[in-house]
Each structure stands twice: as structure tokens, then as C-alpha cells.
């Protein structure tokens, strides 16, 4: 069974920087697509960051180019979001994904920037 397993969120001052980890339990994970969405609040959920599998290209979304980085080691089987220049409008609950074919979700973890 496929699982996802997000970790090192928390509260930030505005500005500061987080790095967020997602741990996968699968066989091939340099195959899949990955991926980091968030929603905040009242919002839909929206994606962040993603990446193909094998060297693929990544895509960010437009209010995270040039703060936010994805990244993977595929010797832990771990996806990365390095977080810098973060704003209160990045408050939201952070998820991690892996797609090849069927498309699998992190439980989430909780990101907070407020002075």
C-alpha cells in the first residue's frame, strides 16, 4: 500500500524559510510525478509545484516562482518543497502527491507565517 507521509511544517515569521518533506512507500519512485498542493481556509485547494518523473521538467504556480523549490531524492524516496520569502498568504495546509496513473495524497501538514 502506497503511502505518504508530510513533515516540517509549523509557524513562521513573514519572510522567513521552511523546507517540507514527504516520505513515499513505492517501488519505482523515480517513475512518478510529483507534486505539492495547499489549501488555505476557505479556499480550494490549489497546486504549488510539480515535477515529472525520470529528469522531467517542474512547473510552479505563479504566486510561488522564484521562493519556492521542489525537489527529489529518489535514494529516500523523498520530495522536497524549500520555502523561502514566505508571506501570510502562504498560510495553508500542504500536501504532497505521487501520480502514475492513479494519483496518491500526503495526510497534510500544517504551514503557518505570522509575526
Known amino acids: 500500500q502506497v503511502q505518504l507521509v508530510e513533515s516540517g511544517g509549523g509557524l513562521v515569521q513573514p519572510g522567513g524559510s521552511l523546507r517540507l518533506s514527504c516520505t513515499a512507500s513505492m517501488h519505482l519512485f523515480s517513475f512518478y510525478d510529483l507534486g505539492w498542493y495547499r489549501q488555505a481556509p476557505g479556499k480550494q485547494r490549489e497546486l504549488v509545484a510539480e515535477m515529472s518523473g525520470g529528469v522531467g521538467p517542474t512547473t510552479y504556480a505563479d504566486a510561488v516562482k522564484g521562493r519556492f523549490t521542489i525537489s527529489r531524492d529518489n535514494s529516500k524516496n523523498t520530495i522536497y518543497l524549500q520555502m523561502n520569502s514566505l508571506t501570510p498568504e502562504d498560510t495553508a495546509v500542504y500536501y504532497c502527491?505521487?501520480?502514475?496513473?492513479?494519483?496518491?495524497w500526503g495526510q497534510g501538514t500544517q504551514v503557518t507565517v505570522s509575526s
Open positions: 502527491t505521487a501520480d502514475q496513473g492513479t494519483r496518491y
